[in-house]
């Protein structure tokens, strides 16, 4: 499967998206510490000069890349899912779920998860992404607890049910489960790791 990676600053768009949306791809598939200030270059089409007008270095770019991808993460994968207020709880968790395993099919297997990627890439090494990356799993840890939580108030699940952990082993599972269709490059592992989930929350499920 071939990639495009260079960006067209005639879209409309700023400067600062045009580099941030270049180097993200570039970061997507070949990791930070490989991905050059020369390649974001490159792909975006945009100046040295026009670069450090917005970016005071490398880090600072990344840093903007993981607040922004992080932001839509949240808005376009996660809270979609949410927004009903009166809405089943299991339900919206489910749908979460499925976003996440369609995104893989839209991907073909390629890319895996961006956040799992850095953390893996430079938890060891940089302690600024590392402390962004942890940021963001506890936020998305957290907002899977609060819906367990709120379905165990309203009865939608069992007692036996520990929201935390729970939710813990989902996000953990998530993860396991893009790595291990990146590296298969067999979308059926994303499948049976989403179902194997459904299955484990319907062990906590109450019925009527």
């Not at 791809?25 to 040295?48: F, M, N």
Request: glycine fraction near 8%; include cysteine.
């Amino acid at each position: 499967m071939t990639v495009q990676t260079t960006v067209s600053p005639r879209e409309g768009k700023s400067t600062r998206e045009v580099v941030i949306e270049a180097a993200t791809r570039l970061i997507h598939l070949q990791g930070y510490q490989k991905t050059s200030i020369d390649d974001v270059l490159s792909a975006s089409g945009v100046g040295k000069g026009n670069f450090y007008h917005y970016f005071k270095s490398k880090e600072d770019l990344g840093y903007a890349i993981l607040d922004r991808v992080v932001e839509a993460f949240l808005e376009r994968a996660l809270e979609p899912c949410f927004h009903d207020r009166e809405g089943a709880r299991l339900a919206q968790i489910r749908c979460f779920l499925g976003r996440v395993r369609d995104a893989q099919h839209e991907r073909n297997c390629v890319g895996g998860c961006v956040f799992g990627n850095l953390a893996a890439e430079l938890s060891d090494v940089h302690e600024g992404f590392r402390a962004r990356l942890a940021g963001l799993f506890s936020r998305w840890r957290a907002r899977l607890m609060q819906a367990l939580e709120e379905a165990q108030r309203r009865g939608e699940v069992t007692d036996a049910c520990r929201p935390a952990a729970v939710a813990h082993f989902l996000v953990a599972s998530l993860e396991g489960a893009i790595l291990l269709t990146k590296l298969t490059k067999d979308i059926a592992s994303m499948d049976r790791c989403v179902e194997e989930m459904n299955s484990y929350l319907s062990m906590y499920e109450t019925r009527s």
